[in-house]
């Protein structure tokens, strides 16, 4: 199984609403990611997580706030975004230490009103 | 601090060769990824280089040199199937990650193969 799933596919919020995203792979990696990527930008790196302990937070807002249940799943709880917030969030995992293969989910198209 | 450049955009014929450069300037330089983004779909892993030379792929090749800082992604027999976006990634010992690995993707480049 070499598929890392996100839901849900879409998401439309208001600035004062509480959701969650969800990521789950089961290819055994031990190094998860979550990214942010924008129209015709790259993805931009927000969290890392290794053997589920948070490895790097790249200065992100703390109205995004991820959680690394267990090593199958990753989650990234919003609260009170702002529209420019909007964009296609994505989450990769790979193998410790590899890093430069990444296999990236589908993302999530996150709309906020 | 970190730069990673490449083309925009590159047009190329069905059945030929491109090639995408990736110019990078970095400190505590590992190595350099390729991927492949299809427009609405996931970015896919294609390659990773970290020693000079070339890799082969099937019909995608990746080259880096690392005392030029550049790398180029080379697809040959080109199809319509390709048009995508290009990323490099470098990955490299980030300024404020305690020593972490980090991976950093290029702007990328849109590839369009036109018949």
């Known amino acids: 199984d070499t598929e890392v799933t996100q839901t849900p596919k879409h998401l439309v919020m208001g600035m004062t609403n509480k959701k969650s995203l969800k990521c789950e792979q089961h290819?055994?990696?031990?190094?998860m990611y979550w990214y942010k990527q924008k129209a015709k930008k790259p993805p931009e790196l927000m969290f890392v997580?290794?053997?589920?302990?948070?490895?790097i937070n790249e200065s992100v807002p703390s109205r995004f706030s991820p959680e690394c249940p267990n090593s199958s799943l990753l989650n990234l709880h919003l609260h009170a975004l702002q529209p420019e917030d909007s964009a296609l969030y994505l989450c990769?995992?790979?193998?410790?230490?590899?890093?430069?293969?990444?296999?990236f989910g589908p993302g999530t198209r996150l709309t906020v009103t | 601090g970190q730069s990673l450049e490449q083309p925009s955009e590159v047009t190329a014929v069905e059945g030929a060769i491109v090639q995408i450069n990736c110019t990078y300037q970095?400190?505590?330089?590992?190595?350099l990824s390729w991927y492949q983004q299809h427009d609405g779909g996931a970015p896919t892993f294609l390659s990773y280089?970290?020693?000079?030379g070339l890799e082969e792929t099937g019909r995608f090749s990746s080259f880096l040199s690392r005392s030029d800082s550049y790398g180029y992604l080379l697809l040959q027999e080109l199809q319509m199937k390709d048009s995508a976006s290009y990323f490099c990634a470098v990955r490299d010992r980030g300024r404020n990650s305690g020593g972490y690995q980090k991976v950093t993707f290029g702007t990328g480049t849109k590839l369009q193969v036109i018949p």
């Open positions: 280089n970290a020693l000079d």
């Open positions: 997580y290794s053997y589920e302990k948070l490895s």
């Open positions: 290819m055994g990696h031990r190094a």
């Open positions: 990769a995992s790979s193998q410790e230490g590899q890093n430069y293969e990444q296999y």
């Open positions: 970095t400190s505590g330089f590992y190595g």
